[in-house]
C-alpha cells in the first residue's frame, strides 16, 4: 500500500516540475517573442539612464532591475503551479503540517533573497558583456562560481535560520554517542544541530551544510524522536561520508562545470539570436531571457550526469556508514523507515532515475547494505554488543 503512495505521489510531483519548467520556457519564449521583452528593456534603460551615470554601470542597473521585473513575471505565472506541489500534493499525502501563513511567509521571504540575488547576478554579467565584449563569459563564470562557494558558506548562519530553527543537540546522551562516532572518523571535528520540522512535515532527514567552520550536521527533529539512536548514528554516519569525502565540493565543482556550460552556450547564442530579435548587441538587456533558456537547456541536460554523480556519492556514503557501524541490520531497518516516512519510491522508473533522483533507489540500497553483510563473517545487532569491524574508508 506504501509503495503505490509513494509512487503515486512520487508521479505527480514529478509532473508538476516538469509541467513548472515548460511553463517557466513558454513564458520565457513569449516574452521574447511578443515585443514584452523589448518594451521592458528600453524601460529599464531609460529608466536608469535619467539617472545619469556611466555606461557600464547604467548596463549593470538596468540588467538587474530588468532581471527582477522578469522574475516576478515568472513567479506570478507559476505560482499557481508551485502552490499545488508544495502545498496541495503535500497535505494530499500527509507530508505537510504546515499552515499557510507560514508557508507564504516562507515563500516570500525565499523569493526576496533570489531576487535580490537574480538581479545582482544579472547586472554583473552583463557588466562583463560591456567590458569584455567577446570573452564575458569567463570573468561571469569567475563571478558565478565565487558565489557558489560563498553562499555555501554562509548558509547554514546567515540563511538556514531565516527559514529553520536550529539549535545544537540537547539530547546529552544521543551527542556523546555521535560525537564518538565523529572522533571515530579521524577528521576534524562537525557541529551536529537539530531543526525543528515537526510543525511543518512529517518526513524525516539529515544533511551535511556548509564550509569550513560553518560546516554542520543537521538531524531533523522527527529523526531524533521518532528513531533508535542505532538509525540515527547509522544516518549520521552516512552523512560524515561526505564531510570526509569532500562531497560538497566536488557538488560546486560539478555545478561551476555546468554554470561554465551553459555561459559559453549563451555567448554563442546570444550573437544569432541578437540579428533574429532585432536586439541592439549581445549586451541590450532585452536578450537575457536567451541567455536563461540557454543556460537552463544546458543545465537540464547536465542533470542525467549530475544525479548520476550524486547517487554515486550517496552510494559511497551506504558503504562508509555500514563499514563505520558495521551494522547491516540497523541500516535496512533505517531505510525502510525513512522510505515510508518521506514517501520514497522503493524502484522508480529509469527517466525519473535520470533526471530526479539523486539517490540510488530504495531497493538497491537495501540489496547492497545486504550484500555487504553476505561478505561479513558476522554483523552485530547494535553498537552496545559490538565495536564493528575496522572502519575501511572503500
Request: glycine fraction near 8%; charge should be positive.
Amino acid at each position: 500500500m506504501n509503495e503505490d503512495k509513494a509512487a503515486r505521489y512520487q508521479r505527480l510531483h514529478r509532473r508538476a516540475r516538469m509541467l513548472t519548467a515548460g511553463w517557466i520556457v513558454l513564458l520565457l519564449v513569449l516574452v521574447l517573442t511578443t515585443g514584452v521583452s523589448r518594451s521592458m528593456g528600453d524601460a529599464s534603460l531609460g529608466l536608469v539612464h535619467r539617472l545619469g551615470i556611466p555606461a557600464l554601470i547604467a548596463t549593470a542597473a538596468s540588467a538587474g532591475l530588468y532581471a527582477v521585473v522578469l522574475a516576478c513575471l515568472l513567479e506570478a505565472g507559476t505560482l499557481p503551479l508551485t502552490f499545488y506541489s508544495s502545498v496541495v500534493l503535500e497535505r494530499r499525502f500527509g507530508l505537510s503540517r504546515q499552515r499557510l501563513g507560514p508557508w507564504l511567509a516562507d515563500h516570500v521571504r525565499g523569493l526576496a533573497i533570489g531576487l535580490g540575488l537574480w538581479g545582482a547576478a544579472a547586472g554583473f554579467i552583463y557588466a562583463c558583456m560591456m567590458a569584455w565584449p567577446h570573452w564575458w563569459w569567463m570573468p561571469a563564470w569567475a563571478g558565478v562560481a565565487a558565489v557558489g562557494v560563498a553562499l555555501t558558506w554562509v548558509a547554514p548562519v546567515a540563511l538556514l535560520p531565516l527559514f529553520l530553527r536550529m539549535a545544537p543537540l540537547e539530547n546529552d546522551a544521543l551527542r556523546t554517542r555521535l560525537v564518538a562516532l565523529v572522533r571515530q572518523v579521524g577528521t576534524e571535528p562537525v557541529d551536529i544541530y537539530q531543526w525543528r520540522q515537526n510543525d511543518r512535515t512529517s518526513r524525516a532527514n539529515a544533511a551535511l551544510v556548509g564550509l569550513g567552520r560553518t560546516r554542520r550536521v543537521l538531524v531533523s527533529d522527527t529523526l531524533v524522536h521518532e528513531y533508535s539512536t542505532d538509525e540515527i548514528e547509522m544516518i549520521l554516519a552516512h552523512e560524515l561520508s561526505h564531510h570526509v569525502r569532500h562531497d560538497v565540493w566536488r557538488g560546486l565543482a560539478f555545478e561551476a562545470l555546468v554554470a561554465a556550460a551553459g555561459l559559453w552556450a549563451a555567448s554563442r547564442a546570444l550573437p544569432v539570436c541578437a540579428v533574429a530579435l532585432g536586439l541592439r548587441g549581445t549586451h541590450d538587456v532585452a536578450g537575457l531571457p536567451v541567455l536563461v533558456l540557454t543556460a537552463l537547456g544546458v543545465s537540464v541536460m547536465a542533470l542525467p550526469l549530475g544525479n548520476a554523480r550524486s547517487r554515486s556519492a550517496e552510494r559511497r556514503a551506504d558503504r562508509f556508514a555500514l563499514n563505520l557501524t558495521g551494522n547491516a541490520d540497523v541500516f535496512v531497518t533505517a531505510m525502510r523507515r525513512l522510505a515510508a516516512q518521506n514517501l520514497a519510491e522503493d524502484d522508480p522508473p529509469l527517466l525519473a532515475r535520470c533526471f530526479f533522483n539523486t539517490h540510488p533507489p530504495m531497493l538497491e540500497r537495501i540489496t547492497r547494505a545486504r550484500a555487504w553483510a553476505a561478505t561479513r563473517p558476522s554483523v552485530p545487532q547494535t553498537r552496545e554488543s559490538s565495536p564493528g569491524p575496522p572502519l575501511r574508508l572503500e
